[in-house]
């Protein structure tokens, strides 16, 4: 966590590759309690279960969500998670976008993600994905 979040965050923020959102804690806020980066990505669709679409599409990836080992099951997790949806989903509404990907660490991460929607995709199982209409109607 610390290592990304220290050495590429802020260099992929400069070069406009991705936007890194943080959790603190308001009696510590030079301290990081959990994050979570978005990108924008083109997504082949094979192997995405569901309607017919083009070959490629776009979509938001949710390239990091991490949180501080102390922190881990209270909650945070989500309300990140549910943070970057509502980031993603407002995304959409200027620009087309399709799903919000996420390729899970392990069977974990990828347990997380499934618990709220993610789908995945048939040949790769911890790459998942979460349509955006999925995100709209919740």
Known sequence: MNDWLRNIASQHQKKNLSRTYVAIRR??????????????????????????????????????????????????????????LDTALTTSEAVGVQCVVADAIDERAAGFYRKYGFQPFTQTPRRLFLPIETIRQA
Do not use: C
């Open 27 to 84: 009696e510590a806020p030079d301290q990081v309690i959990g994050y979570y980066a978005l990108a924008a990505f083109l997504i082949e669709t094979e192997g995405m279960p569901g309607k017919r679409l083009p070959d490629r599409v776009s979509a938001v990836l949710l390239a990091r969500l991490a949180i501080d080992n102390g922190r881990q099951g209270r909650g945070l997790g989500a309300h990140l998670l549910m943070h970057a």
